[in-house]
């Protein structure tokens, strides 16, 4: 009797054991079944870089606008593109509308053109847009007029009731 217990549990435990072995084997072959994705392989672009032209408003000459982009290559996707852009209002036109420029203080008007000039450095363009490293622009010089002699004599007048506050 003695050996039929323990002839049992034996027999339950290479049950269990052939079962487990059998699971790990089915598992083992679906996994070997799979394909295995290649990695994904680095593309190297062939394309050049954006080359963008010079930003057209839709109205008017400053305000939202459009550029159109270009570029190069053997196996680009995508060799030209649309992109919004805009041209400050309050920019100087006349040095191109993606050139920023600071100026300096008008200078003293020359009396032989009747013309006062400034110079400007540039500052900063937009979308590397090809700008002058310096301009001058000129101006009409308006009305020559002597300075007027009220203001100085305001300026006293201001002192003096200071002067008369403080004695009070």
């Given at each position: 009797?003695?050996?039929?217990?323990?002839?049992?549990?034996?027999?339950?435990?290479?049950?269990?054991?052939?079962?487990?072995?059998?699971i790990?084997a089915?598992?083992?072959?679906?996994?070997?079944?799979?394909?295995?994705?290649?990695?994904?392989?680095v593309?190297?672009?062939?394309?050049?870089?954006?080359?963008?032209?010079?930003?057209?408003?839709t109205?008017?000459?400053?305000?939202?606008?459009?550029?159109?982009?270009?570029?190069?290559?053997?196996?680009?996707?995508?060799?030209?593109?649309?992109q919004?852009?805009?041209?400050?209002?309050?920019?100087?036109?006349?040095?191109?509308?993606?050139?920023k420029?600071?100026?300096?203080?008008?200078?003293?008007?020359?009396?032989n053109t009747?013309?006062?000039?400034?110079?400007?450095s540039?500052?900063?363009?937009?979308?590397?847009?090809?700008?002058?490293?310096?301009?001058?622009i000129?101006?009409p010089?308006?009305?020559?007029?002597?300075?007027?002699?009220?203001?100085?004599?305001?300026?006293?007048?201001?002192?003096?009731?200071?002067?008369?506050?403080?004695?009070?």
């Amino acid at each position: 009797m003695q050996s039929q217990q323990y002839v049992q549990p034996r027999r339950k435990f290479a049950a269990a054991f052939l079962a487990f072995i059998f699971i790990l084997a089915a598992v083992d072959t679906a996994e070997a079944g799979k394909k295995e994705k290649p990695e994904k392989k680095v593309k190297k672009s062939d394309c050049g870089e954006w080359q963008w032209s010079v930003c057209v408003p839709t109205s008017g000459d400053c305000g939202l606008g459009t550029r159109e982009g270009t570029r190069t290559g053997a196996e680009c996707k995508q060799t030209m593109k649309t992109q919004r852009c805009k041209i400050p209002c309050n920019w100087k036109k006349q040095f191109g509308a993606e050139c920023k420029y600071q100026f300096q203080a008008w200078g003293e008007c020359d009396l032989n053109t009747a013309l006062k000039t400034r110079t400007g450095s540039l500052k900063r363009a937009l979308h590397n847009a090809d700008c002058q490293k310096t301009v001058t622009i000129s101006k009409p010089c308006g009305k020559l007029t002597k300075p007027k002699p009220q203001a100085e004599s305001k300026k006293k007048k201001k002192e003096g009731k200071k002067q008369e506050k403080m004695l009070d």
